[in-house]
């Protein structure tokens, strides 16, 4: 056992026999009780004012951005610095914590959904796909990195974020930064198409009380919420937050949602039912800020600690499997800036971030630790420089099973980085250049350089232009270099039901593995970005972002061997055992390998506006347009759809080429939404969304390969009602209109959702 994790099971595990012994509806409705009862007008006297300055916000004072304060809203993501969200040379989205509140969203990556050019696909009841100008898949998004208060929680043994395990109170969220580009110059290798960060607020502005209590119809999922909020001093606050949230299994068995033979099956997971489990979770948190009237040195430490489990149904082929996930973790970050003379400013963060996962996609425990040292100063008046090193330490220890296995077991990684920046203004500050690069050291490719060139023409305080170029690269991950991963495919599933019947040997199994590659590289792109913002009218923002990515070194699976092609051998001795694996049943086997063969380009735009109707109503329509062209790199006149999936069980060519495929139809080519916030009332809100997001091709280009997620179009409605300044009751509609697939088989239904929130 890792050292320090028993404290961590210990309290889960007690939580987790705690909660199974009680009947959860009955706690939900007695927090969403407390809520009412505490919010009611005859306690209006009782409850706190509320000030930003130490005391709770109250729900008035939650208003929404005007078009002067959403321009000198001041962003961190792009530069590491704060700067203007007008002054920054990048393509940037800002979703305040009163979008996510009058969105009715429940959790992070459906709030996601409001930032333009970002494509939220949900895979399961706690499975999302989040991808930002493409090269999403399934399971992990390779080229997107994620931080929350800067703490990077990208998985360095697959490469992407497990989204089930990104959470926290909502309520405390600030904003999320969405930088659309490369972002590798400040943050490092991964940040190759985006980067998100999930900032939360500051504990003297979480003063008091809050307790918060939903419910969702189609999930069946329900969750409660309380925090407290405290003065230490006139300069030092805190918080502390417990959250909990569970979704019952549905009433349909699997058997009753097994799909037709005739539709094909992923390729890569296993043809599970994505609707038929349970999933729950606790999490626990403080955070602790010192911020002395002075103005000069602040401070933050906090902490959380987690522990989620899923209880799934499993479907194999014509196998039945109950699965259990257990997942904890926990971190804590420290954070210290001192203020300079003349401008300047140092910043000192270290975290350490602990996380154990026991599923069927994986077993492993990974202890990461970080420390970061960032130096602002000025050169000159007109010329600020910023220098930084960091080092990063991760630690994993995985346990092998029949459908993963590593060697080693254990593995350590040192990463080493250095970061400069210069920024330098010219005529009466119109004219800004920002140039700087992130150097980096790892131990699967060495020394990586990561540089950019910014520029930015502000003529006027209402209009600016930027452009960029940028080179990023995404690094290895653990299982590529040294990982196998095992998959069970039915022949009568991957062929659409079409093959098998003229074999002899259909009753046989075919198996894909993935066998790590040494050799494997970077994947590196080669960005340029250029934007306009503009305000043309009093009520009109406008932000426009085009870009054209070159691609080079991508992965694509070669290498295929098949093993037992002729007649029916027995299984290899490393897959004997197998779920499948009854009497001796045979297996054609099929060993691909990760490889740089993959390159190409995709362009596009984005567009975002903010239409100030009139003073009760705001309307922000949103549009982003992608187009992706790949080849391999070894054989560029080649095409898929040459592949007949008669010449072979499996054609070779088919599967390799299948990688180029579904990163160029993956993603989808359009996409379209508008929001409208209306204010009834000063105690009555009606917030209304629509949503378009374009069809994606998944699985080859013949009928019989071709898995199709059709585009789809739905509606958001919420409506909210404040009987007092700190009491909010509000019901939802979500994803009205057809039931749609958005990247799996899951069928996503139309929910309703009810809130009541209480601050005091």
């Known amino acids: 056992m890792v050292d320090g994790e028993w404290w961590i099971l210990i309290l889960c595990r007690g939580m987790d026999t705690m909660w199974k012994s009680i009947d959860r509806r009955k706690i939900i409705i007695v927090l969403l009780g407390l809520a009412v009862a505490f919010g009611a007008g005859r306690f209006a006297g009782f409850c706190l004012a509320g000030e930003k300055d130490g005391k709770p916000l109250s729900f008035d004072e939650m208003k929404e951005l005007s078009f002067e304060e959403l321009i000198d809203i001041e962003v961190i993501s792009a530069s590491r610095r704060p700067e203007k969200l007008s002054e920054t040379a990048a393509a940037i989205y800002v979703i305040t914590d009163t979008e996510i509140r009058r969105s009715g969203v429940s959790t992070i990556p459906d709030a996601l959904r409001l930032a333009p050019g970002v494509h939220v696909a949900r895979v399961n009841t706690h499975w999302w796909s989040i991808s930002i100008r493409g090269f999403s898949d399934e399971l992990y998004s390779n080229k997107l990195l994620v931080l929350i208060d800067g703490r990077s929680v990208y998985n360095p043994i697959y490469s992407g974020v497990f989204w089930d395990v990104q959470d926290t109170l909502l309520e405390d969220v600030e904003r999320i930064e969405v930088i659309r580009g490369p972002g590798s110059a400040v943050w490092g290798a991964n940040a190759v198409n985006g980067v998100i960060n999930i900032i939360t607020k500051n504990a003297a502005n979480t003063q008091g009380w809050l307790i918060s209590g939903e419910h969702e119809d189609f999930s069946n999922l329900s969750s409660a919420g309380v925090r407290y909020g405290g003065k230490i001093d006139e300069s030092a606050h805190y918080r502390l937050f417990v959250k909990y ?14 799909q037709p033979e005739s539709e094909p099956q992923a390729l890569d997971v296993y043809s ?5 489990d349970n999933w729950l979770g606790y999490r626990a948190g403080f955070r602790i800020d010192w911020n002395p009237p002075s103005g000069g040195n602040t401070g933050v430490i906090q902490g959380e600690g987690y522990y989620n489990q899923d209880l799934m149904e499993t479907s194999i082929g014509d196998q039945r499997m109950e699965e259990t996930s257990n997942i904890s973790g926990a971190f804590i970050l420290g954070l210290w800036k001192q203020r300079h003379s003349g401008g300047g400013e140092s910043a000192l963060q ?29 050169l000159t008046p007109d010329n600020e420089m910023s220098i930084g090193l960091g080092y990063r330490y991760i630690h994993d220890d995985i346990d092998n099973f029949y459908m993963v296995s590593f060697e080693p077991e254990e593995y350590r990684q040192d990463i080493f980085s250095a970061f400069i920046q210069d920024s330098m203004k010219f005529y009466d500050d119109k004219l800004r250049l920002i140039v700087g690069s992130k150097f980096e050291h790892n131990d699967y490719t060495g020394f990586e350089v990561q540089p950019t060139f910014r520029v930015i023409w502000t003529p006027k305080i209402h209009y600016s232009v930027w452009g960029a170029v940028s080179r990023a690269v995404r690094v290895p991950a653990r299982y590529e270099r040294d990982g196998k991963v095992f998959t069970k495919i039915d022949l009568r599933e991957y062929m659409g039901g079409s093959g098998p019947e003229s074999r002899d040997d259909k009753e046989s199994t075919i198996i894909y593995q993935e066998i790590p590659n040494n050799a494997f590289d970077t994947e590196k792109v080669y960005a340029w970005e250029g934007g306009l913002r503009l305000q043309p009218t009093d009520f009109i923002w406008a932000d426009l972002a085009v870009f054209y ?19 029916r051998p027995e299984n290899p001795d490393h897959l004997q055992g197998l779920p499948w694996d009854q009497d001796g049943e045979s297996a054609y086997v099929y060993s691909h390998y990760p490889a740089n063969n993959i390159e190409g380009k995709s362009y596009g ?13 705001r309307i922000k329509p ?27 069980i499996v054609d070779d060519d088919f599967l390799s080429y299948r990688n180029v495929y579904m990163l160029e139809y993956g993603a989808p080519r359009w996409m379209f939404s508008i929001r409208s916030e209306f204010d009834i009332t000063k105690q009555i809100d009606f ?17 019989t390969f071709k898995r199709e997620i059709d585009a789809y179009l739905v509606f958001d409605v919420r409506l909210a009602w404040r009987p007092n300044k700190h009491v ?22 139309p929910t309703v959702m009810g809130k009541v929130t209480c601050r005091f």
Not at 272 to 276: K, Q, S, V
Not at 352 to 372: E, P, V
Not at 632 to 645: F, G, H, I, L, R
């Open 245 to 258: 949230f569970g979704r019952e299994a549905m009433d349909e068995s699997i058997d009753e949602m097994k």
């Open 272 to 276: 599970e039912d994505r609707r038929i």
């Open 350 to 378: 270290f975290y350490y971030d602990y996380t154990r996962r026991d599923s069927q996609q994986a077993k492993y425990a990974i202890d990461a630790a970080d420390i970061d040292f960032r130096r602002l100063f000025h």
């Open 549 to 567: 990515n070159e691609y080079n070194d991508l992965k694509q699976l070669v290498g295929t061997k098949k093993q037992g092609a002729e007649g």
């Open 605 to 617: 735009f984005e567009i975002s506006t903010d239409i100030k109707a009139f003073d009760r109503w």
């Open 622 to 648: 949103s549009f982003s347009w992608l187009k992706i062209d790949l080849r391999t790199a070894s054989k560029p006149d080649d095409d898929p759809e040459e592949n007949d999936p008669d010449d072979d």
């Open 687 to 703: 917030d209304m969304g629509m949503r378009y997001v374009d069809s994606i091709s998944l699985i080859g280009t013949e009928d």
């Open 728 to 749: 909010e009751i509000s019901v939802s509609g979500r994803d009205l209109g057809p039931s749609h697939s958005e990247l799996s088989q899951l069928e996503v239904c």
